[in-house]
Structure formats: C-alpha cells, structure tokens
C-alpha cells in the first residue's frame, strides 16, 4: 500500500511535510523486453491445459444454447419462453439489461479513468473493453430475438416499412436501437484503435508466414513514429470524451424504458442515475471475476497488482453502495408519494412470490460489498472473488425484481400472474455465459490481453525527465506558501531600505 | 555492395533510453531537419514539442463529423416524424414542440458519426493502412515496437547528406546506424 514516506531534502528550512510516495504500477522494475515478453507470451505460448479445460465446455455450452435454442426458437415460435401477455418481457429482457450493464464497466476503465488520468487502468483496459464487447453481444441476441418474428428485426433499422410508415423516434426502445448500436460500434473502434500497435508488436516479433500477414494486416502498417503517436494520442483522447457520455446515456436510455412508461414501480426519476452506478457495479465484479483467475493462469501478477484489485474493490464498494441509496430511496420515495399503488408495488416486490428474488438481490448487492471497508478483505482474493461472485449474481437478481416483480403485478387485478422461465430461456441464458467466455478465451489465445505499449509507458523511466528530478528538490514539496515567501522577501528589503 | 541500384530511404539510429532520444530530437529540430521521425514503443510524452510539431488537427474532424451526426439525427426524426407520416402516439404532438424527444437520437448519433471521423481521419493523418514500408527492411527497426528508441532521418530531406547526416547521428548520440535502402 501508498505508506512509504519519505521526508523533504534537509536543504529546506521550513516545515518539512511527509511525501506519500507514489504506489509503483509494474512491479519489480520489469524492462520494456520483459513486458513485451510476458504478454505477447500469452498468445505466442502453448495454451495451458485449463484454458483447453474451460474452453472446451464453455464453447459447447455457446453451441448448444446459443446456438440449439435459437433454431429451437425460430423454428417453434417465440411461445417456447416463458413470457406471457402480462409478463411480457421475461427472462429475455432480464437478460439484456443483466448483458449490457456487464459492458459499461470496460468502457468506464477505457475512457473515464482515461480522462481522469488513473494510470492503473492501463493494465486491465484491454481485458475489460473485451468484456464490454463480448457482453454487447451477448446483450444484442435477446432483443433480436424477443422481437417475435426475427425476420422482422429490420423494422428496427431506421426504414419506413411497406405502408411508408417509419419508425416512432418519440419512443425509448428505439432510442435504445440507437443507444446500444452506438455503444457497441465505439467500443469496437476504441477496443481496436487501442491495439493497433500492440499487433504491430506481435507483427514484428512473428516469423515470416500467415500469421504474420494477418496480425500485420490488422496492425496497419504500425510504425510507432512520433508523428503517428501524435495524431493517435488525440484520437484516443478524442474517443475517450466521446465514449464517457456514451456510457453514462447508454444505461440511462435502457432506464427510459421502465421509467418513460406509466407503471407503478417503473415511473421514477432516480431510474438513470441509478441504472448507471448498477451497471459500473456489476461490470467490475466480472472484471474481477474474469481478471484473477487470468492473472494466475498467465503469470501477470507484476502488472496486474494488488493495487489494481484493491482499486476495483473499492469501486465496488462505492457504487454498491450508491445502489443500496437508490433501493431504499425507492422505497421511501414510494412511502412519501402516498401512492396506493407505488406502495403496494414495493410490498408485493418485497413480500410477495418473489421476496426471494429481492432478499437475494439486497444481500448481494448491498450487504456483500461492505466487507470491502476493511483492507484484510480487498487484499483477501479469496474474499474478493466470493464478492465478486455475490454481486454478479445480485445484479441479475434486480432486474429479475424490476422487471418480473413489476409486470407481475400492475394496475388491474385481471393483470395479475406470476411468471416461471421455461427451459428455454434457462438454455439460452446459460448459453449466453458459455458465448461470454468462449470469446473471452478466444481472445486470450489470439490478441494482447494486456495494452502493451500503455503499460511500458506507465513506467518511471518512461518519462524522457523522470532523471532531471534527480538534481533538484522535489517539485512535489510546498514547505511553504508562495505568499509568504513573498512578505519575507518584502519584509526584508523593508528593513533593508530602513537600514 | 549489390549491383541493382536501390533507393536509399535515410538513416536510422538507435538511442539508449526515452530521455536520450528525447535530447536528441530537440537537436535534430535544431539542425533545421523537416523529414524525419522519432520511434518508440509508446507515446513519449514532450516529444512533440521536442521534435517541433504542430497540435494535430484531428479534433476540427472530429468536429465536423459529429455536427454532421447531430443533423442528420434532427433531419432523420423531424422529417419523418413531423414533414412526411405526422404520428400521434404516447400523446407526444407531431410538431416543433415533439423535438425533446428526439434528443436521445441526436445525441447517439453524434457520437457516432464522431467516433467514425476519429478512425477515418486518424488512418488519414497517419497515412495507413499501408502493406509495407521501406523502414521495415531494417534489421534492427523490429524492436521499436519492442524496447528501441529509434530516429530516421529520410534522404528527401533538403539538408540531409551521406556524410554530414550520420556524422550528426553520431555526435547527438545515436548507436547502430544504419543505411536503410528501398527493394530495388
């Protein structure tokens, strides 16, 4: 942890103030040969016989959910779900929100760490903008789908149908279409543009051969001159300003279609902001969950450090906590409208069929990250991943609440019906977590899991001035207010004219 | 010395370290060089001042191509909306005043004819994709995008000479320099 101290240079004679020293990102001085080593090792390197041992069933269980219960959908009807009139959304809007607010926490570490200048992200940005995508597209297939027939998902495209009718622009599911095709497209370009030259360092270090024109076709002719740097330090800049708002409105607009409609449980304001810290919550719990056991497998304990773990925890704690707020704000804003109906939506989520569901969801969204106040807990990996395991578990749990505990139970009695999954959508939600990680591990095997050219920057002596510091004090350290100096300085002249 | 007659591209030097290319950047800018370039590994921060280049213009792209999103979007929603099938649903109206319900649409948009310009007009700036280049003949150039600091100073550079360029090349420092030649 950041406690070494060091004291100001004894040439000062003012106060002298304790310096925190900066917690140092790669461990162990590595060189820029050894980094280069050790990531491109991962792809270059035989795979270790785990990664055949998940791959293997993980891509079976893609194939065999993903795949085998699509063609079982479209080929019987989408009546093969769950869903009914009143429960209309199911399992398969559960699952979207659940997908895409596991992506937001990849673009989170990419661009607003990026913009806030939290050098620590450098060693986990890649891996969780991977995420983001794989999650997008794990989110896509269940809107695709829930449409009913598929064949007609190209009335989500902005064209006007046969009757020259077009599509309603006033409405939030088809400001979601644009929203999360946005959302995947920028976070494709970010994902690539940053890896462009880390597969021209995978190109240069490849023998003559197919892989090496295809790494080199997907490198671009990367040269890493100044004068390419320069012009892709502001791209990258530029995309992390463009992806910051993206992120934040992308959950906000998959708010909009619970908040926009006119039913009790659903009608609130607090819906986007906390919608967004729900997302970040859940994304970084994958993060960790996805991110450790890698780090093991792969020996990347010198750049993905305790530190790194320790911040992410914390993130989770923060944002666990906002969500915790946002759930007991529900309540009380329900309590304090005297809304019968806001109120007993709020009864039947918690009292009613599902109060499992919502008991579930409290416990782990709201209860597990707590142990992460204690630093014998974020420095516990063991404790970290059950936390990570809780609240990745929780997070589906609240929109299972939102969305069955709500549409279970509206307006009219006549409405009222409970809601079960068929084994269709389980298949397909279990398939949907064998795609996740079978492109994980794809990704893994085939392209730098680590940004390369990122981390050796995050080294001290990247900086072409880390030795000037060497020959003057510390710049860091203020032993005494520049005013004051100044009245000294004035003081003395006084007396010297006085004299 | 081979007998076909090969263009030669310039010189490429290797430095020892972040710092040492950086200083001797600031002195090839100093010697009036146009044509030439620094490589690393990863963006060295100060360079480009170092090296005496120009903010990039890629932000005025940008620019223009998240206006163009933003118009398209409006032009999309309201013509549609309002000019050619006017739809009453959701009690929203079919006139100027349905236009806040738009916004989400115009935002995304924005963003993502922005985000299009950043990739295009990057691989503009940066003239890629290209499939070869005459630096890759080198037999050292593979580790710039591993451990090496490396500056080329081209041969289409007005003040560069045979001799006086690699002289200055030694003399600000530069190690294992190199006449780099295109394949004939």
């Given at each position: 942890m950041a406690s070494t101290t060091q004291t100001a240079?004894?040439?000062?004679?003012?106060i002298k103030l304790p310096v925190l020293e900066r917690e140092q990102?790669?461990?162990?001085?590595?060189?820029y040969h050894w980094i280069t080593e050790r990531i491109c090792g991962v792809l270059e390197n035989q795979q270790p016989l785990i990664w055949w041992l998940l791959f293997i069933p993980c891509s079976l269980i893609a194939m065999i959910g993903v795949g085998g219960g699509l063609i079982h959908l479209v080929s019987?009807?989408?009546?093969?779900?769950?869903?009914?009139?009143?429960?209309?959304?199911?399992?398969p809007i559960v699952n979207f929100v659940f997908w895409i607010g596991i992506g937001h926490a990849g673009t989170l570490i990419s661009a607003i760490l990026f913009l806030t200048r939290q050098n620590w992200r450098t060693s986990i940005n890649r891996a969780a903008e991977a995420m983001t995508i794989f999650a997008v597209i794990c989110a896509g297939i269940f809107p695709g789908f829930h449409?009913?027939?598929?064949?007609?998902?190209?009335?989500?495209?902005p064209v006007p149908n046969a009757n020259g009718i077009w599509q309603n622009f006033k409405s939030p599911l088809l400001w979601d279409v644009f929203a999360v095709s946005t959302y995947f497209t920028i976070s494709l370009i970010f994902w690539y543009l940053g890896m462009v030259p880390d597969l021209a360092t995978i190109r240069d270090r490849c023998k003559p051969g197919f892989r090496k024109i295809l790494y080199g076709i997907f490198a671009?002719?990367?040269?890493?001159?100044n004068r390419q740097w320069s012009h892709y330090e502001m791209a990258y800049l530029l995309l992390a300003a463009l992806a910051t708002p993206l992120v934040l409105s992308v959950h906000s607009v998959v708010s909009f279609d619970f908040a926009t409609s006119v039913v009790p449980g659903w009608?609130?304001?607090?819906f986007p902001p906390y919608f967004v810290a729900g997302a970040i919550f859940g994304g970084f719990a994958m993060v960790l969950t996805i991110m450790i056991p890698a780090r093991f497998i792969y020996g990347l304990q010198d750049l993905i450090t305790m530190k790194h773990i320790d911040n992410m925890a914390k993130i989770i704690l923060l944002t666990g906590t906002i969500v915790g707020y946002a759930y007991l704000m529900e309540l009380f804003v329900a309590f304090y409208s005297g809304g019968i109906y806001e109120m007993d939506a709020f009864k039947f989520r918690i009292a009613g069929p599902y109060w499992w569901a919502y008991a579930a969801m409290m416990s782990c969204?709201?209860?597990?990250?707590?142990?992460?106040?204690f630093r014998s807990c974020r420095e516990n990996l063991w404790v970290v991943m059950i936390v990570a395991m809780f609240v990745n578990v929780g997070m589906w749990f609240e929109r299972f609440v939102i969305i069955v505990g709500t549409l279970a139970r509206?307006?009219?009695?006549?409405?009222w019906k409970t809601y079960s999954p068929s084994p269709q959508d389980q298949m397909l939600f279990l398939g949907t977590i064998g795609l996740f990680l079978t492109l994980f591990m794809l990704f893994l095997r085939f392209l730098p899991c680590i940004n390369i050219a990122e981390v050796k920057w995050a080294?001290?002596?990247?900086?072409?001035?880390?030795?000037?510091?060497?020959?003057?004090?510390?710049?860091?350290?203020?032993?005494?207010p520049a005013y004051q100096l100044e009245t000294h300085h004035l003081k003395s002249q006084i007396s010297n004219f006085k004299s | 010395m081979s007998t076909t007659r090969k263009r030669v591209y310039g010189y490429l030097a290797e430095f020892k370290s972040a710092a040492a290319l950086y200083k001797a950047a600031e002195k090839v800018r100093d010697a009036g060089f146009k044509k030439w370039d620094c490589y690393s590994s990863y963006p060295i921060h100060g360079l480009d001042a170092a090296m005496g280049m120009k903010r990039s213009i890629l932000p005025w792209f940008v620019f223009c191509g998240g206006i163009t999103g933003t118009a398209t979007a409006f032009s999309l929603a309201y013509v549609t909306q309002v000019v050619i099938y006017p739809t009453m649903v959701q009690?929203?109206?079919?006139?100027?005043?349905?236009?806040?319900?738009f916004f989400p649409i115009m935002f995304e948009l924005t963003i993502l004819f922005s985000g299009f310009t950043v990739l295009f007009g990057l691989l503009a700036l940066i003239q890629?994709?290209?499939?070869?280049?005459?630096?890759?003949?080198?037999?050292?150039?593979?580790r710039a995008t591993d451990d090496g600091f490396f500056i080329a100073i081209e041969?289409?550079?007005?003040?560069?000479?045979p001799n006086h360029t690699r002289e200055l090349l030694t003399a600000i420092g530069g190690d294992n320099i190199e006449l780099i030649e295109e394949k004939g």
């Open positions: 240079p004894a040439v000062h004679t003012g990102l790669i461990l162990q001085g590595r060189s019987t009807g989408v009546g093969v779900w769950g869903n009914t009139n009143r429960v209309m959304w199911g399992w449409v009913g027939r598929v064949w007609f998902a190209w009335f989500l495209a671009l002719g990367w040269r890493g001159g009608h609130t304001t607090i969204n709201v209860l597990s990250p707590q142990v992460f106040w509206t307006w009219l009695p006549g409405d080294k001290r002596e990247s900086d072409p001035h880390h030795d000037d510091h060497l020959h003057h004090p510390d710049p860091g350290v203020i032993l005494e | 009690a929203k109206p079919a006139n100027i005043f349905t236009i806040p319900a890629l994709p290209r499939l070869n280049h005459p630096l890759f003949e080198s037999h050292q150039f593979h041969a289409q550079d007005p003040l560069f000479s």
